[in-house]
């Protein structure tokens, strides 16, 4: 699965538009506690690209993700990302996420949100 992952991470960077000028790499953990009781992690390796303007700014990225669970042997998978910002006024934005990882099912993931600024 890691051959795949690194396959799909480099046609996510020779599918990236010319106009994506700001290319960055992030590296990311996101684990997991059910009251005191760990119940795995997600390690990303994301090569990405980003770009704004006044009024909104966005990104894409992509690459393998390390899942490791509760007491079970890990695996590689691929996972990317998705989202923008768009100012809504001096102070008020919406944002939004789109994301994905692969897996014995794949799994899909959206996430919206409105930000205030003081």
């Given amino acids: 699965m ?4 690194l ?3 480099a046609a996510l960077v020779a599918a990236a538009p010319a106009s994506i000028a700001s290319p960055y790499l992030n590296i990311e953990s996101n684990i997991g ?3 005191t009781v760990y119940q795995g992690a997600i390690h990303e390796a994301h090569v990405g690209w980003e770009g704004s303007n006044e009024q909104a700014s966005y990104y894409i990225q992509g690459g393998p993700a390390y899942l490791s669970p509760n007491s079970l042997d890990g695996e590689f998978e691929f996972s990317a990302k998705a989202g923008g910002a768009v100012a809504v006024s001096r102070k008020v934005s919406v944002y ?3 994301s994905m990882i692969t897996g014995d099912k794949n ?7 409105l930000k205030y600024s003081f």
């Fill in 2 to 5: 890691f051959k795949t992952a």
């Fill in 7 to 9: 396959a799909a991470t």
């Fill in 33 to 35: 506690y059910s009251g």
């Fill in 96 to 98: 939004g996420e789109l």
């Fill in 107 to 113: 799994g899909y993931g959206a996430k919206t949100g």
